[in-house]
Nanobody, 116 residues
Framework: QVHLVEPGGGLVQAGGTLNLSCEVS?????????MAWYRQSPGKERELICN???????YYVDSVKGRFTISRVDAKRTLFLQMRDLKPEDTAVYYC?????????WGQGARVTVSE
């Protein structure tokens, strides 16, 4: 069963904006502990870039702080990532992630390419 559906991604010029979304299945949404976005750049390991806890507390890695915003709309069971002032080094496959009762769930990934 697919629990996280992650459409989107795309090609954008440096300085541009792009929004990602991730819909979480009803099966696992009720007991979500942490929701997060990771990314994997070419030749690099997958890295955490931001997360949001059930109480709304957020964390951002320094490289995206002030440019990216993570949010969730529980009524839609959806996690969002708003990205602005994109840079070529933001080029990566972006994955949504959910921790539910000790189990990890991953989206299928959305490819984001930022051109000069």
């Amino acid at each position: 069963q697919v629990h996280l559906v992650e459409p989107g991604g795309g090609l954008v010029q440096a300085g541009g904006t792009l929004n990602l979304s991730c819909e979480v299945s009803e099966t696992i949404f009720g007991n979500v502990n942490i929701m997060a976005w990771y990314r994997q750049s070419p030749g690099k390991e997958r890295e955490l870039i931001c997360n949001i806890l059930s109480g709304g507390f957020t964390y951002y890695v320094d490289s995206v702080k002030g440019r990216f915003t993570i949010s969730r709309v529980d009524a839609k069971r959806t996690l969002f990532l708003q990205m602005r002032d994109l840079k070529p080094e933001d080029t990566a496959v972006y994955y949504c992630y959910v921790l539910n009762s000790g189990r990890d769930y991953w989206g299928q990934g959305a490819r984001v390419t930022v051109s000069e």
